[in-house]
């Protein structure tokens, strides 16, 4: 089943006591979490680009490349996995920084409740957000949703149980607003002009 079958496929059933107890505040808890990410991700800014298969992710990315006139431009990259993934592709990459203002990564995580991306230090090392450019592509699997941090944090545990990344990070806003300025789980980033090529792989 793909994802828009089930983007709009309802979800589990709840408890009339259990929506009543909830603030109003909270997200609907009878959203998939793949809805509710898509949701929230556009309302933050982003641009959603969903991928049945990786032909699509190529088309996608060359869209991109095109709309953007990013054809002849390098891409800066600190994850490996990107550059072996996209090899194919024509794309010139660099791991300097002072040479893009295009960064191309992949993600830990999808956090559903709010519509941020999980990075740590396996995609920008030891760079904080501020750091990087402010055109981000960001490549990532619809596996890699859950539902919120707390969840991702479980999961990154039993991935690396030798040793954990660190510089473990969200990226979340990609329009300035007084709301998110001083966000600490984005050491108050500037805004990011945010792609995110999703490949359906469940």
């Known amino acids: 089943m793909g994802i828009f079958d089930r983007l709009f496929g309802g979800g589990k059933k709840v408890s009339k006591e259990t929506l009543e107890t909830r603030g109003e505040h909270m997200p609907d808890i009878r959203i998939p979490a793949d809805e509710k990410f898509t949701i929230y991700f556009k309302k933050n800014g982003g641009?959603?680009?969903?991928?049945?298969n990786f032909d699509e992710v190529q088309e996608a990315l060359q869209n991109i490349l095109a709309e953007n006139n990013?054809?002849?431009?390098?891409?800066?990259?600190?994850?490996k996995r990107i550059n072996?993934?996209?090899?194919?592709?024509?794309i010139k990459f660099t791991?300097?920084?002072n040479d893009s203002d295009i960064f191309f990564t992949t993600c830990e995580h999808l956090i559903a409740h709010d519509g941020s991306i999980l990075v740590c230090?396996?995609?920008?090392?030891?760079?904080?957000?501020?750091e990087l450019p402010s055109n981000i592509i960001i490549f990532a699997t619809t596996s890699q949703m859950v539902e919120n941090i707390s969840e991702a944090l479980k999961v990154i545990k039993k991935r690396y149980p030798k040793q954990l990344p660190d510089n473990i990070t969200t990226i979340k806003h990609?329009?300035?607003?007084?709301?998110?300025?001083?966000?600490?789980?984005?050491?108050?980033?500037t805004s990011k002009n945010v792609y995110l090529l999703l490949l359906e792989d469940f």
Request: hydrophobic share 30%; glycine share 2%.
């Open 70 to 79: 990013w054809q002849n431009s390098h891409f800066y990259t600190l994850d």
């Open 121 to 130: 230090s396996n995609q920008i090392m030891e760079k904080k957000l501020k």
């Open 174 to 189: 990609f329009i300035p607003s007084a709301e998110n300025k001083n966000d600490f789980l984005s050491y108050g980033s």
């Open 47 to 52: 641009k959603f680009i969903y991928c049945e």
């Open 84 to 90: 072996e993934r996209f090899a194919t592709e024509r």
């Open 95 to 97: 791991a300097n920084r």
